[in-house]
T-cell receptor, first 114, second 114 residues
Framework: DGGITQSPKYLFRKEGQNVTLSCEQN?????MYWYRQDPGQGLRLIYY???????QKGDIAEGYSVSREKKESFPLTVTSAQKNPTAFYLC?????????????FGPGTRLTVL | RKEVEQDPGPFNVPEGATVAFNCTYS??????FFWYRQDCRKEPKLLMS???SGNEDGRFTAQLNRASQYISLLIRDSKLSDSATYLC???????????????FGQGTILTVHP
C-alpha cells in the first residue's frame, strides 16, 4: 500500500532535549511538508521541500530543522530552541509541490514536552 | 487580518439537515482552493477542490466567489458520519517562495446528532 508514515505516534520529551520526528512516503512524490497544529488552530507550515537536497522555511521555522537526503524521507528535528514545542505535527507530500497538487497527510505525531 | 478565516462553530445539526460553512481569504492572487476534512485526533484528508464554476460531489457542494474572496461548502442531508472539522485551504499565487504553499483556516467543527 502506498502512503505516508510518521513515527512515533506519541512522543514525550523533557525540556532542553532535541527530538527527531520521522516521515517516510512511498508515493514517489517530489514535494514534502511539515506542519504544526495547535488546538483550535489551523495547520501552520514549518518547512517544505520540493526536491531532494533542497528545502525552504515555512511560516514558523524557528527552533526546527529538517533534511532531505532521500526522496522518501523528510525528518523534522525539534530543537531545544523551540519555545513551545507541544503540538500535533503533521507531515504531508504532493506530486510536485504545485499549488494545484493535492497534499496527502501522514497520521501525525503528538509531541508533549514535560 | 488572517489570511484564511472560517467561522469556528461549533455547528450542531440533526441528521438530515442542510448546513453551510463559509470561508474568506485575504490574498486576491490565490490560485487554488480546497476543503479538507479532519476527524478528531486524525490527519486532514481532502474532501474536494473548489472550482470557479462551483462543483458538486454527492451531498457536498463547493462554491467560489473570487470577487468577494469567499468560499463556501454546503452539506445536504447530513449524516452522523459527517461529524468532523472542516478546513478551508487556499494556495498562494504561483511564483517565488509561496509556490504550492497551502494556507489553512482554523476549521469549522460540525456535529451531527440523531
Amino acid at each position: 500500500d502506498g502512503g505516508i508514515t510518521q513515527s512515533p505516534k506519541y512522543l514525550f520529551r523533557k525540556e532542553g532535549q532535541n527530538v527527531t520526528l520521522s516521515c517516510e512516503q512511498n508515493l514517489n512524490h517530489d514535494a514534502m511538508y511539515w506542519y504544526r497544529q495547535d488546538p483550535g488552530q489551523g495547520l501552520r507550515l514549518i518547512y517544505y521541500s520540493q526536491i531532494v537536497n533542497d528545502f525552504q522555511k515555512g511560516d514558523i521555522a524557528e527552533g526546527y530543522s529538517v533534511s532531505r537526503e532521500k526522496k522518501e524521507s523528510f525528518p523534522l528535528t525539534v530543537t531545544s530552541a523551540q519555545k513551545n514545542p507541544t503540538a500535533f505535527y503533521l507531515c504531508a507530500s504532493s506530486i510536485e509541490g504545485r499549488g494545484t497538487d493535492t497534499q496527502y497527510f501522514g497520521p501525525g505525531t503528538r509531541l508533549t514536552v514535560l | 487580518r488572517k489570511e484564511v478565516e472560517q467561522d469556528p462553530g461549533p455547528f450542531n445539526v440533526p441528521e438530515g439537515a442542510t448546513v453551510a460553512f463559509n470561508c474568506t481569504y485575504s490574498n486576491s492572487a490565490s490560485q487554488s482552493f480546497f476543503w479538507y476534512r479532519q476527524d478528531c485526533r486524525k490527519e486532514p484528508k481532502l474532501l474536494m477542490s473548489v472550482y470557479s464554476s462551483g462543483n458538486e460531489d454527492g451531498r457536498f457542494t463547493a462554491q467560489l466567489n473570487r470577487a468577494s474572496q469567499y468560499i463556501s461548502l454546503l452539506i445536504r442531508d447530513s449524516k452522523l458520519s459527517d461529524s468532523a472539522t472542516y478546513l478551508c485551504v487556499v494556495t498562494a499565487g504561483a511564483g517565488g517562495t509561496s509556490y504550492g504553499k497551502l494556507t489553512f483556516g482554523q476549521g469549522t467543527i460540525l456535529t451531527v446528532h440523531p
